[in-house]
């Protein structure tokens, strides 16, 4: 018989750590920017205590078109206005190529900006942005310093640079370029531009939960409908094994983004950690239904429905986890629950007619 799970080990399965390259493009709850993220949809590889936890870059553009967000790269401009400059016309192909995840034809889009305008801060800071989203931090971070030496009040810059830091594992650089970035625009919070939730994660490699909590009610403050921001702060509180105050926070985010499988299976799983069997089910169920391809989903349902005795229906889950898992370790660990159920298992024997 399976034991209890304890949420330590919930904090494994849950947290992910801040990926370099990846962020949701729709209203899917997830952090703000390319910045923080935890996102179980990406890999169960970590434990909390040895993730790997790297701000991700999407900084505000400073042109005037509408933003919206792009799956794993940096805020692209959306709806160009017709009398773009022809400067502003080059950033824009960039912006689209970056769409494309076309980083080498954007960077030659920002390049001939430069060339343009030698003098124009934005360029630099879209090219730096490329590199980044390509993991050339060392590449990047010139050009973000060229940016500032331009235009020394300029936040979104410090805020990419302190990103590209982060990247490259220079912690304390990017923590003071996510501070200078806070003091110069200290209430500006939004798809492109979040220093409190790159500081936060900074705060959350120290274990300063108590510091990074607050950067993360800080952005609740500044944008209260914001349901990524509701789930960073759920990851956050997983991480310190608070069940309640997690499953709090991932309520909210499902009572302002109904639709996003990430969220039920956050909470299913912060229920498991606690010990509620069904409500974590129900929330498995839920996220199944949302995005039938989770196979972690199916995954821990067949755990919990072991737990539960009700090992039918924990073979089915596991069966389906296998079948459609991409990630190796899903197999295996859905192969191996599948065996030891199966060995647990009586196998009728025929009675004899008489």
């Known amino acids: ?24 493009s729709s209203p899917s709850p997830k952090a703000t920017e ?32 509408t933003e919206t967000t792009v799956p794993g790269e940096p805020t692209v401009v959306a709806s ?46 879209q090219r730096g942005r490329a590199y980044t989203a390509m993991g050339k931090s060392d590449q990047a971070i010139p050009e973000f310093n060229q940016a500032i030496s331009l235009d020394p009040n300029y936040a979104e810059a410090y805020n990419a640079r302190g990103v590209a830091y982060a990247q490259s594992q220079q912690y304390t650089q990017a923590l003071q370029d996510f501070n200078k970035a806070i003091e110069l625009k200290p209430d500006a919070v939004n798809s492109g ?18 510091k990074a909590i607050a950067d993360q009610k800080k952005v609740i403050d500044l944008t209260p409908d914001n349901p990524e921001a509701y789930y960073n702060l759920g990851q956050t509180y997983v991480m310190m094994e608070d069940a309640p105050n997690a499953i709090a926070a991932f ?19 912060a229920y498991w950690g606690k010990g509620d069997l069904d409500p974590s089910i129900a929330d498995l169920t839920q996220a199944i239904t949302l995005d039938p391809t ?11 429905y072991a737990l539960k005795g009700q090992n039918q229906d924990a073979m089915n889950d596991l069966t389906k986890a296998d079948q459609i898992a991409t990630d190796p370790d899903i197999k295996l660990q ?7 159920l199966k060995s647990a298992t009586p196998v009728p024997t025929a009675t004899g007619v008489q």
Do not use: W
């Open 1 to 24: 018989m399976l034991k209890s799970l304890p949420f330590k080990l919930v904090v494994v399965l849950v947290f992910i750590g801040m990926l370099m390259a990846g962020c949701g």
């Open 34 to 65: 390319q910045d923080i993220i935890i996102d179980p949809n990406e890999a169960l590889t970590q434990a909390a205590s040895s993730a790997s936890m790297v701000p991700t870059l999407r900084p505000t553009p400073t042109t005037k078109p």
């Open 80 to 125: 160009p206005t017709p009398t773009l400059d022809p400067y502003h016309a080059l950033i824009q192909a960039g912006l689209d190529l970056m769409a494309k995840s076309e980083f080498d034809s954007a960077i030659a889009q920002f390049s001939d900006a430069v060339k343009m305008d030698s003098k124009n801060p934005l360029g630099y800071l």
């Open 193 to 210: 531009f979040n220093p409190y939730n790159n500081r936060a994660i900074i705060y959350l490699n120290q274990k300063l939960f108590d």
């Open 251 to 269: 309520s909210q985010t499902i009572t302002l983004a109904p639709d996003q499988p990430d969220a039920y299976f956050s909470r299913g799983l």
């Open 294 to 304: 989770n196979a972690k989903a199916f995954l821990y349902r067949g755990f919990i």
């Open 334 to 340: 859905a192969e191996q629950k599948l065996q030891e």
